[in-house]
């Protein structure tokens, strides 16, 4: 499976340093694909896709191709191979492959994870990795006949903000208060402050522990400089993040935080990110508590907001309850595959 069907035009493309007109192109592309995955979604822009690849981290090795229309040159398909260079789990290749709707079925999908699956067992990746979504049905079927296997299910969980019960709130912030002591929150926006990321790590290397089910996924550990590379890129799109957190005021612990991103496409929905309490301090209803002040401060500042997405694995009771609690339903579903590359090859060869 070396060749692009028919005439199509294949090229390995420099993400990190290419021409503004490739970055416009590949912007088509997504927005055409963006429309089936997310089309509440505004489309996105040349500059926002150009920030977002020139800041991937170094530590991230990303092979990419794309497939062009001969007759129109357009970029029509494109696939990539995320490997980090950390010095844990570089066994793996996450694989993201993404063809528009009216070129499937042509074997575009398969050469492209042809090219990923060589490249990746020449870096002795031995693992591939892919993520598909319950409203792309294309993408569980491409699986399904290369004989992935799932790993994990999970699902992108919503709230509706004209849904919250803000006595619901207000009772768990009261909660929260009474039962934490001296523990105090106070909030950062944008990077992390200096002074709070060595708890940072260490907060973040606690909330690494999430359920992983059958992936044969390692602990992922990063450092002080690896997470600034990694916000950097989160933020390279002009997104805003909010970070709330709780801090015991007689030691200066950083005791854990909930954070929230904007999302520059879609000023209607947040994202939902990172959310941890160091073990010492669980039990006294912080987590409740740092959700809900969060939620207080969205409907106080951001009226425009109608909804925030999170995503949660099905078999992450606890995370789950504290959010069907606040009124996160289902929105879509999602599916981590698994499969062994020299296997993925052989069923392309």
């Known amino acids: ?30 927005n055409v694909i963006r429309q089936e995955v997310a089309p509440e979604d505004l489309p996105t822009t040349p500059e926002n896709t150009k920030n977002r690849l020139q800041s991937m981290p170094d530590f991230l090795e990303m092979p990419f191709w794309v497939v062009r229309d001969p007759a129109t040159a357009r970029i029509i398909a494109n696939g990539a191979g995320m490997m980090l260079n950390t010095g844990q789990n570089e066994h793996l290749c996450q694989v993201d492959i993404r063809v528009e709707p009216a070129y499937r079925q042509q074997g575009l999908g398969s050469a492209l994870l042809w090219r990923i699956a060589d490249y990746a067992a020449s870096h002795e990746r031995s693992l591939l990795l892919f993520n598909t979504y319950g409203n792309v049905p294309a993408g569980e079927a491409f699986m399904t006949w290369l004989g992935a296997e799932p790993g994990l299910v999970a699902s992108i969980n919503r709230l509706q903000i004209a849904d919250v019960d803000q006595a619901l709130l207000r009772r768990w912030i009261a909660a929260g208060e009474a039962r934490a002591g001296a523990v105090q929150l106070g909030l ?22 999430q359920p992983r089910d059958d992936l044969d996924v390692e602990d992922f550990k990063f450092s002080a400089e690896q997470i600034r590379a990694l916000e950097k890129n989160q933020l390279a799109n002009g997104a805003e993040r909010w970070s ?74 606890p995370m789950l309850k504290i959010n069907h609690e606040l009124g996160f339903r289902k929105h879509r579903s999602s599916v981590n595959w698994q499969m062994a590359t020299a296997k993925a090859l052989a069923a392309l060869d």
């Not at 990077?191 to 522990?209: G, K």
């Not at 947040?270 to 409907?299: D, S």
């Open 188 to 209: 950062w926006t944008g990077p992390y402050p200096e002074a709070a990321i060595d708890d940072v790590v260490a907060l973040m290397e606690v909330m690494d522990s």
């Open 1 to 30: 499976m070396k060749d692009i069907p028919a005439d199509f035009q294949f090229e390995l493309c420099d993400t990190r340093a290419a021409a503004d007109s490739f970055y416009t192109a590949l912007t088509d592309h997504l």
């Open 244 to 317: 709330l957190y709780a801090q015991d005021a007689t030691t200066g612990q950083l005791v854990g935080f909930t954070e929230i991103f904007t999302k520059p496409n879609n000023p209607a929905t947040l994202e939902q990110g990172n959310t941890g309490v160091f073990p010492a301090y669980r039990g006294r209803g912080i987590g409740r508590w740092l959700k809900a002040a969060m939620l207080e401060k969205v409907l106080a500042e951001r009226p425009d907001v109608r909804y925030i997405d999170t995503g949660n694995a099905d078999s992450n009771a």
